[in-house]
């Protein structure tokens, strides 16, 4: 059994071309963020289960305030595990935001104003590996 939790602190300060004299943190780079894996391997079997999080980021920066484009916090939780069949046979499963939760929301200046909704759905790989 094998445990890792990994965190992110990141603070940064960047002026930009249309805004002089402001100070933003760097788009696409949170404050904070964390990352939890267990895993188990034997011989026969390997499973993964990974956790990640990320808080709110400045996802983009324009010349008027009020439309700085933010992107809300976001978590994924993933599966992964694969069974050794026979020697050079061994079948997997792979399943990406497992409980289905995972989505990128986005707003203009304030959470008042949502700009952005994408779903990352579950999704599924299923199948075997045969070594020739």
């Not at 990974?50 to 993933?78: A, H, I, K």
């Not at 990406?96 to 599924?124: K, T």
């Amino acid at each position: 059994m094998h445990f890792n939790i990994d965190y992110t602190y990141t603070d940064t300060e960047s002026e930009y071309s249309g805004r002089p004299g402001v100070k933003l943190p760097l788009q696409m780079r949170p404050e904070h963020q964390a990352q939890f894996n267990i895993r188990y391997a034997s011989d026969t079997i390997f499973a993964q289960l990974q956790c990640s999080y990320r808080v709110e980021q400045l996802g983009g920066v324009d010349v008027e305030e009020w439309r700085d484009r933010y992107d809300f916090d976001q978590y994924t939780v993933s599966f992964t595990g694969s069974y050794q069949a026979a020697k050079r046979i061994r079948a997997f499963v792979n399943v990406h935001n497992l409980f289905n939760l995972s989505e990128n929301r986005s707003y203009l200046g304030n959470e008042s104003r949502p700009v952005a909704y994408n779903w990352n759905p579950r999704r599924f790989n299923v199948g075997i590996r045969m070594e020739l």
